[in-house]
C-alpha cells in the first residue's frame, strides 16, 4: 500500500524560505512521477510543481523562479525548497504519487504554510 507523508510545514514571514519534505512508501518511488500541489483556504486545489522519473520538472507559473522541486530516489523522498515566500502562498500543501504503470493517484494528508506579512 502506497503512503505518503508529507513534513517542513510551519509559519513563516514574507521573504522567509521552508522546505517541504514528501517521504513515499510502497511503490516503485523512481519510476513514479511526484508533484506538489496547494489549496488555500476557500480555494480548489491547485498544482504547483512535478517531477519525473527522468528528474524534468515542471512548475505553475505562481510559483516559477521562487520554488524548486527535487527527488532523491535512495531516499524516496520529493522535496519542495519554497524560497521568496509571499502570503499568497499560505495554503496546505500536499504531495501526490502518480504510479506511471496504472495511473492510480495517492495523496498524503498535507502540512500547513502560513506566511505572515
Known amino acids: 500500500q502506497v503512503q505518503l507523508v508529507e513534513s517542513g510545514g510551519g509559519l513563516v514571514q514574507a521573504g522567509g524560505s521552508l522546505r517541504l519534505s514528501c517521504a513515499a512508501s510502497g511503490s516503485t518511488f523512481s519510476r513514479n512521477i511526484m508533484a506538489w500541489y496547494r489549496q488555500a483556504p476557500g480555494k480548489q486545489r491547485e498544482w504547483a510543481a512535478s517531477?519525473?522519473?527522468?528528474?524534468?520538472?515542471n512548475y505553475a507559473d505562481s510559483v516559477k523562479g521562487r520554488f524548486t522541486i527535487s527527488r532523491d530516489n535512495a531516499k524516496n523522498t520529493v522535496y519542495l525548497q519554497m524560497n521568496s515566500l509571499k502570503p499568497e502562498d499560505t495554503a496546505v500543501y500536499y504531495c501526490?504519487?502518480?504510479?506511471?504503470?496504472?495511473?492510480?493517484?495517492?495523496w498524503g494528508p498535507g502540512t500547513q504554510v502560513t506566511v505572515s506579512s
Open positions: 501526490k504519487l502518480t504510479e506511471v504503470t496504472t495511473y492510480s493517484d495517492y
Open positions: 517531477i519525473g522519473s527522468d528528474g524534468a520538472t
